[in-house]
């Protein structure tokens, strides 16, 4: 049974309206546009990389586009044209790999956001954010996130549960630190845990006693933080949560997003907000699975992905109006390549140090490192087979060079069996941060994406110094190599994997282009200073080549490159207008950007409050709307960390990479 993926009719359709771009000049009966934009910098970024200064959207779809003077036939007397005065207009980004629901879920937290504080602000920042949650939370759990431990005990000393109840609330609260190993709690959430004097400490973790007693202090250590469960997010929690999240999308300039590990509870939120036209940007959900035990497992598999993706899918063609799309699946083939961890799967071992310590400078090839894939070369090819013959794509986590090489051989497998099917279907192979030369030519042979996070191209504590050692010089050149398969035929398409890594994109960019972060960016361990602010092995890509991973590459995965992804007549009016020229501005400056105007389908969505007056436009969404302002507020430094010091910058950066704890994957 196949499945019709992605635009189905569509192509008919927009075939109605394309006029194509060579016939636009002096079209003659000309419909007034809705929206003119004229006298700017308009990067196409269609086959021929076209740069217009002019661009008019009739019903959310670009009606015209060339000179100025080829725009004037569409302007009429309701037309709004809005002066560009020179600056740049793109198409929307296409976010490929990121997690949207954790991502919105972690806006809504209660965040200490790395800052170094002593207990007095603690408990301030937190009343805030009970006092901006109201009555309505009056008893609900308050999750609190990014503290900076150490330093909150080098200020305050110990800290404990006697602090905590000092809170107006009645709210049980858990305050989680950066480094994840420990959890600080108020009488209120031990009371609800039945953590008392009489728990003993559980295997791997400790309760902290007060002192003189067997008396829980409030603070719980390594496997102690398990006995503490808050209950899930409830339903209203996770639509604000993806609300919150739309926003940042909106301010980002992303109009189109792959969440990469998604199931029935995206389906109902995203449904929801459709139905109130609170989708902002064009979703497409990958959903996720999990390998069966045994080839007999196989069929079932197919089966219950099949059903559940009919069940969920929207069948409409792609319109102005964002769609909800399924169309892929998500599997994860292996681990993180970063030391300590190293739970991806790769061709040659891991390197241990010789004498046993982790400093020293001689580090040897160690068999026992080796992991296998999560899923056998076997059940993965013929899950994919049944996959692909029912329509359905698929996106895989491969991070180490021997999961990369599982995902193509399961490609090839489905190439030589079904030779007539050419281009039949989509796999894009996510992360890759780890491949092997013999590889890189396979992505173009077989057809394969390579969805690939920019940023982690730049130096950081992921890589120095353990990671580094621990691969060995030899296979520096293979980390992150989106140059090595461009130009072996294949583009790269891009993925942010926010909340992972900030959603920071004119950062991931720059790194593309000069795998170099950024020193005046909180979001980029450069900002740290040496030895991160180097340059990263491997070579980069173009400007528009990265411009291009993160637009039309996208679209293409998405079997979405006939309606967006570049600015052409008869696709849609998904453009954003950027603060400074891309494609002009020195290197070192790529990544300091911001969107100014975002518009999606025709409609603005997003525009700063200068570019309100500058454009004359009123977004759809006010910029300063009561959530806006209890987002601001939830975060210490701001939403999205606009309002924070110099000191408070370089906070984030140490402690973010610090905070990522070894142990856990990717998501
Ligand atoms: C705590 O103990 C009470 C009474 O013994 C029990 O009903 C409840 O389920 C326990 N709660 C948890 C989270 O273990
Ligand atoms: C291992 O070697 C490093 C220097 O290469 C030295 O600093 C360290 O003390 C040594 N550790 C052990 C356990 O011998
Ligand atoms: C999977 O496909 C590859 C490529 O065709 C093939 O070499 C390999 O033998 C297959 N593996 C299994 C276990 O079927
Ligand atoms: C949103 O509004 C606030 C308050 O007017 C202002 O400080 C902030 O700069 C605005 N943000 C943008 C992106 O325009």
């Known amino acids: ?71 004037e036939p569409f302007i009429g007397v309701d037309t709004q044209v809005i002066d560009l005065h020179g600056r740049m207009l793109m198409p929307g980004l296409i976010d490929s790999h990121m997690h949207v629901l954790p991502g919105g879920l972690a806006l809504l937290n209660c965040d200490m956001n790395y800052q170094p504080v002593d207990v007095n602000q603690l408990l301030s920042h937190i009343q805030g954010c009970i006092d901006g949650d109201g009555e309505k939370a009056k008893t609900d759990w308050l999750e609190v996130v990014n503290l900076d431990y150490p330093s909150l005990v080098t200020k305050s000393g110990e800290v404990n549960k006697r602090d905590l109840d000092k ?4 709210r049980p609260i858990v305050i ?24 003993p400490d559980p295997p791997g973790g400790k309760i902290e006693r007060l002192s003189g007693g067997q008396e829980p202090s409030g603070v719980l250590q390594d496997a102690g933080r398990d006995l503490v469960n808050p209950p899930p997010p409830t339903e209203a929690v996770r639509l604000e949560a993806c609300r919150a999240a739309l926003r940042l999308l909106r301010q980002a300039g992303i109009t189109t997003f792959q969440e990469a590990v998604a199931g029935p509870d995206h389906h109902v939120l995203f449904s929801q907000l459709r139905g109130s036209d609170e989708l902002t940007a064009r979703a497409y959900f990958d959903f996720s699975i999990d390998p069966p035990e045994s080839m007999e497992g196989v069929q079932a598999l197919v089966s219950s992905t099949l059903a559940a993706i009919i069940r969920m899918q929207d069948t409409s063609i792609i319109g102005p109006k964002p769609t909800l799309k399924w169309q892929a699946i998500k599997g994860f083939l292996d681990g993180v ?3 300590p961890a190293r739970t991806a799967a790769v061709v040659d071992p891991y390197w241990n140090p010789v004498n046993g310590s982790e400093t020293s400078d001689k580090w040897a090839p160690d068999p026992s490192t080796m992991n296998q894939p999560y899923w056998s070369q076997e059940i993965l090819n013929a899950t994919l087979e049944g996959l692909f013959l029912a329509g359905i794509d698929a996106q895989l986590h491969v991070d180490g060079d021997l999961a990369v090489r599982y995902g193509l051989n399961a490609a090839q497998a489905f190439r030589e069996k079904y030779p007539d099917r050419k281009g039949d279907f989509k796999l894009g192979l996510a992360h890759e941060e780890l491949s092997h030369q013999d590889d890189w030519a396979r992505f173009a042979e077989l057809g394969v994406d390579p969805i690939m996070s920019f940023q982690w191209a730049q130096l950081s504590s992921f890589y120095i110094p353990s990671t580094f050692s621990s691969l060995g010089d030899y296979r520096k050149g293979n980390l992150q190599a989106h140059r090595r398969i461009e130009e072996a035929g294949r583009p790269i398409v891009y993925g942010s994997d926010w909340p992972i890594d900030p959603l920071d994109e004119f950062l991931a960019l720059k790194v593309a282009v000069t795998r170099t972060g950024d020193p005046t960016n909180p979001n980029s ?16 890509i173009s400007r528009e080549s990265a411009l291009r991973a993160i637009t039309i590459n996208g679209a293409r995965f998405l079997r979405a490159e006939a309606a967006i992804g570049s600015l052409e007549v008869g696709k849609m009016a998904d453009l954003i207008v950027l ?16 969107v100014l105007l975002t518009m999606v389908g025709g409609e603005v969505v997003f525009a700063t409050d200068n570019a309100q007056s500058e454009f004359g436009v009123t977004p759809k969404f006010p910029n300063l709307s009561q959530t806006d302002g209890q987002l601001n507020r939830r975060a210490m430094g701001g939403f999205d960390r606009r309002d924070l010091s110099r000191e ?5 950066s140490i402690l973010r990479r610090r905070g990522q704890c070894p142990h856990k994957h990717h998501v």
Do not use: C
């Open 1 to 71: 049974m196949a499945l019709t993926p992605g635009l189905g009719g569509a192509f008919s359709w927009l075939g109605i309206i394309g006029l194509g771009l060579a016939s636009i000049a002096g079209a003659s009966n000309a419909e007034p546009a809705d929206v003119v934009f004229r006298n700017g910098r308009i990067y196409a970024l269609d086959d021929v990389s076209s740069v217009a200064s002019a661009l008019a959207v009739k019903g959310g779809i670009i009606s015209a586009l060339g000179a100025d003077a080829d725009t």
């Open 167 to 170: 809170l107006q609330t009645e």
């Open 176 to 199: 989680r630190s950066s480094d994840y190993h420990t959890v600080l709690v108020n009488s209120r959430a031990l009371e609800i845990s039945n953590i008392t004097a009489a728990t």
């Open 337 to 339: 390549i970063t030391y």
């Open 525 to 540: 361990p450069a900002s740290f200073g040496p030895p991160y602010d180097g340059i990263f092995p491997g070579d980069p």
């Open 579 to 594: 603060e400074r020229n891309y494609f002009e501005v020195p290197e070192e400056e790529i990544g300091r950007q911001r």
């Open 648 to 652: 408070g910058v370089a906070a984030v």
